[in-house]
């Protein structure tokens, strides 16, 4: 086992400067009221440096620079637009190990987790979106013996991008890969709480894009991001927030009839059929660890599966292994490699959690594990440590309805399918599922019905980049993921020539 030094200090593998500004046109520059705002880890709770606090003159500068690289990056060719993105993920790949260090030490989430998922798909998306950008090809047609028509893909041009704190690599990603391989420039606006460790990426691959062509400016929502987001000089904006502020964005983009792309929030529910326990075998053992990926990335997942359902014949054995199983998370200094859980990303975030944890024994929610905060020992006392925890209760009680975002399971029972049917589809989510079951009719019929994006079958939290991942409902509008991407950020342009 590892423990990682601390960011900035003598061992670590990751440098710190004591302020970063925002990257536009290719340069490292200062926000233009020369404001600043102090970036904190959730690990201690301490300020480890300070952050551009980004305004709409900033924007304004970055959608220049934007407009001023998105021709003549628009115009590459395919082989050279891809061959860039293989060397970003080259890049990131042998920093692997630097960048996933710093992206725990920002956002509080466990070293083994951005060592083993988010950077390495981070890397994966690159490389995706570089091979399926030289599959596309346009076509034509014939409209008469003299008039032939032809369809090209053609960027939109210059596109915003606003993302959130719970995974800032790999939702970075997720958002420049495919906008980039389609020809646009971008203008990102990473999440105030989690900036610095985009800010370590760009520094790493700055000299292998078009100065302009990725353009990145902090702050905070209202003042950086909306003047983004409502700007006639973008064509594109692409959002993954909460549904509240989806709402808004959604607004803004109206007055300027420009398409978005809305990734959500989410309820999910998790679905254990009785046949689970038909033995305790290898299978079942996969449920019960299915059963603790609520708490994966300390519940801030959007398709955290917040809500179990388990069949009302096995709940009572089922129930306490599942809750032993969940006593075993690990939580601890989120550097350590051996800590399975880590910190909150910030103290908002904690402090809404414990919000919830009130108003869920308010509810008459039973707690059967966990239910405070946890106080860890030594530097780590001020960090943003939650237990897991489990309520029992029922699907029409707060915790059951709201997004929390934090190690808080819900947990009910159900009779038979079409209660657990009924149940899972009552929410106003519909962004993943999961469901457990030894019978593969029962896997298909219900995964089919239930009104999600992504359905998990004897499986959870799997995001390969070829799968198109999105939400019904007020989840979200549109698709990340998948080479459809490509056609998200370009136009369908159709000439018409006759001869
Ligand atoms: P948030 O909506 O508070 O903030 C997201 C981003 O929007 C931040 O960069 C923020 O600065 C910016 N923002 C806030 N107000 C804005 C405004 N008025 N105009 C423009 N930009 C504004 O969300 P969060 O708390 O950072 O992230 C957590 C949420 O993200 C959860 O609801 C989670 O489910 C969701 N999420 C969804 C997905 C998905 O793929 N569906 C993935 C990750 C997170």
Avoid at 333 to 352: F, I, R, V, W
């Amino acid at each position: 086992m590892t423990v990682y030094a601390p960011p900035g200090t003598a061992d670590s593998l990751v440098s710190v400067q004591s302020r970063y500004g925002h990257f536009i046109g290719g340069n490292w520059v200062e926000p233009k009221k020369g404001q600043y705002f102090e970036n904190i880890s959730p690990v201690n709770g301490k300020p480890f440096c300070e952050v551009g606090r980004g305004t709409a003159e900033d924007i304004e500068a970055a959608l220049d620079a934007a407009h001023a690289a998105a021709p003549a990056w628009g115009r590459t060719s395919l082989a050279e637009r891809s061959l860039v993105l293989n060397k970003i993920a080259d890049r990131l790949e042998d920093n692997l190990e630097m960048l996933a260090v710093a992206e725990s030490w920002e956002n509080g989430k466990a070293v083994r987790e951005t060592l083993a998922a988010d950077l390495p798909l981070a890397v994966d998306h690159f490389r995706y979106f570089a091979g399926v950008l030289r599959g596309q090809e346009g076509s034509s047609s014939e409209i008469d013996e003299n008039t032939v028509a032809y369809h090209f893909h053609e960027p939109l041009g210059v596109v915003g991008q606003i993302i959130p704190w719970n995974f800032p690599i790999l939702m970075a990603t997720w958002k420049l890969a495919p906008a980039l391989a389609a020809g646009n420039a971008v203008v990102l606006k990473p999440a105030e709480q989690t900036p610095w460790s985009i800010l370590k990426v760009i520094e790493l691959i700055a000299d292998l894009l078009p100065a302009g062509v990725v353009n990145v400016v902090n702050g905070f929502g209202v003042e950086a991001g909306k003047p983004l987001a409502s700007s006639s000089r973008i064509a594109k904006i692409a959002f993954t927030g909460e549904t509240t502020t989806g709402r808004l964005i959604m607004q803004y983009a109206s007055q300027n009839i420009i398409p978005v792309t809305l990734e959500l929030g989410g309820k999910s529910p998790n679905l254990f059929f009785e046949d689970v326990l038909a033995e305790r075998d290898a299978f079942y053992d996969k449920a019960l660890e299915g059963f603790t990926m609520f708490a994966l990335n300390q519940g801030e997942v959007c398709t955290c599966p917040s809500r179990a359902l388990v069949q009302r014949s096995i709940y009572s054995d089922f129930v306490p292994d599942a809750v032993a199983r969940v006593d075993k998370i690990v939580q601890g200094n989120p550097l350590d490699t051996a800590t399975t859980m880590g910190a909150q990303a910030s103290n908002d975030q904690l402090e809404k959690i414990l919000s919830y944890l009130d108003i869920g024994r308010q509810e008459g929610a039973k707690v059967l594990t966990g239910g405070e905060r946890n106080v860890l020992e030594g530097d780590l006392a001020e960090g943003y440590y939650v237990a897991p925890t489990i309520f029992e209760g029922n699907n029409a009680m707060r915790i059951f309805q709201e997004e929390i975002f934090g190690p808080v399971l819900s947990l009910t029972s159900f009779d038979d399918e079409a209660d657990a049917l009924k149940t899972a589809n009552d929410t106003l989510y519909g962004l993943g599922a999961g469901l457990w079951t030894r019978d593969g009719s029962r896997a298909y019929r219900v995964g089919r019905s239930i009104k999600a994006g992504r359905v998990w079958t004897n499986c959870y939290h799997q995001y390969p980049a070829h799968a198109a991942f999105g939400g019904y409902k007020q989840s979200g509008i549109g698709r990340e993921n998948h080479k459809m991407m490509l056609d998200h950020y370009q136009q369908a342009k159709n000439l018409q020539v006759s001869y």
